[in-house]
């Protein structure tokens, strides 16, 4: 049947709900072939292991659509029965019977007979006024009145899959970008983490009050805060170490300075070490915290000037080595 160009705009939607119950009532009759198929063990007739093998090969379906084909048919013989009946009325579509059967599956096992009927006849009913995705949000909502433990449950279920899903697109890529002296990095962050990356950027990127107007882009604002967050967090005494070798210091010095130079030195407790024990140090390097000093054996009038271990027993580096006669190798 070809429709007519002389059909107005009345008929052709009338026409149209028509063929859409028509439809729908053959779909009825296919998901119930479907059960009777999966029933007497269709797949023995091609070697298939089940019925949504068979369809998948014999009836050239996909495999979405045979798993959904074979399920929705189990749910409308079972947990879903008036929905089956409304489908072979035409009085909702298979995509709303879907929604519908998954809903009433997923009320909890003490919710009784009565009221999951009673549920069912709703959403049903609201099924001739309302479509699929309305139906979804209609379904949680009946979910959340109904059993509302079982819905803050799968409420709860949902974010943490979405976390961790998050979570496992996180990345971080190094991109050259053909500026001289400079790379680009490209990251991915679930969007709590991020929230927290622009709470860190953000005030560092605020021009000055009171100073010069700031006439750069906001992005290379953004660019500078992120560098000068970065020199924050390696300056931190808790930045991160973990895994590789540990930081070091090569320290060079002429060898007539470091054979008459050097002097007597002394660890925490201020105890003198030898000489030669300091000079070890020097050129070894230990592991353990100590605190060289400059003996100045050829000056008396220079002072005793202790360069002294940082917290957790690195040396701080802030304005730079302190000289040969501060440095040792291993911090």
Known sequence: MTPKGSLDAGEVGSLIAQVRARKARLEALELALVRQAEACDIGKLTGAPN????????????????????????????????????????????????????????????????????????????????????????????????????????????????????????????????????????????????????????????????????RRPIDQRRGDAFAEALGLLAAAATAPVRGGRPPQVAVTIPLEAMLKGTGAGTIDDTATIETAITRHRLTRGRDTPTAITRAAPTSEHRPRTPYRNGPGGRRSTRGGCGGAWGCHRSH
């Open 51 to 214: 019925a949504t093998v068979y369809l998948r090969t014999a009836q050239r379906m996909s495999q979405h659509e045979s798993s959904a084909a074979v399920g929705l048919a189990r749910d409308l013989d079972n947990e879903a029965r008036l929905t089956g009946e409304a489908l072979a009325a035409g009085v909702v579509s298979v995509r709303q019977a879907q929604v519908i059967a998954d809903a009433i599956k997923k009320l909890p096992e003490y919710v009784g007979l009565d009221e999951r009927h009673r549920a069912e006849e709703f959403l049903i009913e609201t099924a001739r006024f309302a479509n699929p995705d309305e139906l979804r949000v209609l379904g949680e909502k009946l979910l959340e009145r109904i059993a509302p433990e079982e819905y803050d449950r799968r409420m709860r279920e949902e974010l943490e899959r979405k976390d961790r899903k998050a979570e496992q697109k996180r990345s971080l890529r190094y991109v050259p970008n053909g500026i001289p002296q400079s790379e680009s990095v490209h990251i991915t962050l679930p969007a709590w983490e991020m929230e927290l990356l622009r709470k860190i950027i953000e005030p560092l990127a605020e021009p000055v009050k009171g100073a010069e107007p700031d």
